[in-house]
């Protein structure tokens, strides 16, 4: 299994900061890594695929980068409805796996 | 609209048997792969299993192999779990995810069913 790691476990960010979140694969999974967002009581949502693409309806503050093994997550400017649970996800190799999670908190 | 709903969840005692159910609608289901992804409470998200959407390929976590099985009935527009021989650590939420066309991620989830195993 391809373990996934992200840095750091707790981000504090000021509403309308930068926030730059880390996602690491234990091998390369190319580009096949999704971001997902998740609030409290709420299923996950898709944020970003292929590294880099932005899903259906995202608004473009939400960027991803990286392939091989490093992945950014890079919010621009933070809103108050993004302080939630960010999780990588990569889908290169069975089993898939999931990163712990990164959350974004209120500074 | 797109929408995945999951039941079936329940408080069931180690060793017994449960299967969750998923019903989507609002779109071809019969022409997507489909996953079952859960979280223990205060967890990230751990994959369990996917079938394709012929349902000849299906593929598991290491965590739940030989236990828990993965079926799907596209003319009911239904996707299941069946859990067998379940252990306190089966205790989480359920979600059924469809899978992308191409990519294999999960594009849309539903809201998620509650297994708690305890005696």
């Known amino acids: 299994e391809i373990l996934m790691t992200q840095s750091p476990a707790t981000l504090s960010v000021s509403p309308g900061e930068r926030a730059t979140l880390s996602c690491r694969a234990g091998?390369?999974?190319?580009?096949?890594l999704a971001w997902y967002q998740q609030k409290p009581g709420q299923a996950p949502r898709l944020l970003i695929y292929?590294?880099?693409t932005r899903a259906a309806g995202i608004p473009a503050r939400f960027s991803g980068s990286g392939s091989g093994t490093e992945f950014t997550l890079t919010i621009s400017s933070l809103q108050s409805e993004d302080f939630a649970v960010y999780s990588c996800?990569?889908?290169?190799?069975?089993?898939?796996?999931f990163g712990p999670g990164t959350k974004v908190d209120i500074k | 609209q797109v929408q995945l709903v999951e039941s079936g969840g329940d408080v069931v005692q180690p060793g017994r048997s449960l299967r969750l159910s998923c019903l989507g609608s609002?779109?071809?289901?019969?022409?997507?792969?489909m996953h079952w992804v859960r979280q223990a409470p205060g967890k990230g998200l751990e994959w369990v299993a996917v079938?394709?959407?012929?349902?000849?390929?299906?593929y598991y976590a290491d965590s739940v192999k030989g236990r828990i099985t993965i079926s799907r009935d596209n003319s009911r527009n239904a996707l299941y779990l069946q859990m067998n021989t379940v252990r306190v650590e089966d205790t989480a939420v359920y979600y059924c995810?469809?899978?992308?066309?191409?990519?294999?991620?999960?594009?849309?989830w539903g809201q998620g069913t509650t297994v708690t195993v305890s005696s």
């Open positions: 995810a469809r899978s992308h066309l191409v990519y294999y991620h999960m594009d849309v």
């Open positions: 609002g779109f071809i289901f019969s022409n997507f792969a």
């Open positions: 079938i394709s959407f012929h349902e000849n390929d299906k």
């Open positions: 091998q390369s999974v190319s580009s096949n």
């Open positions: 292929s590294a880099s």
């Open positions: 996800h990569q889908y290169s190799e069975w089993p898939f796996s």
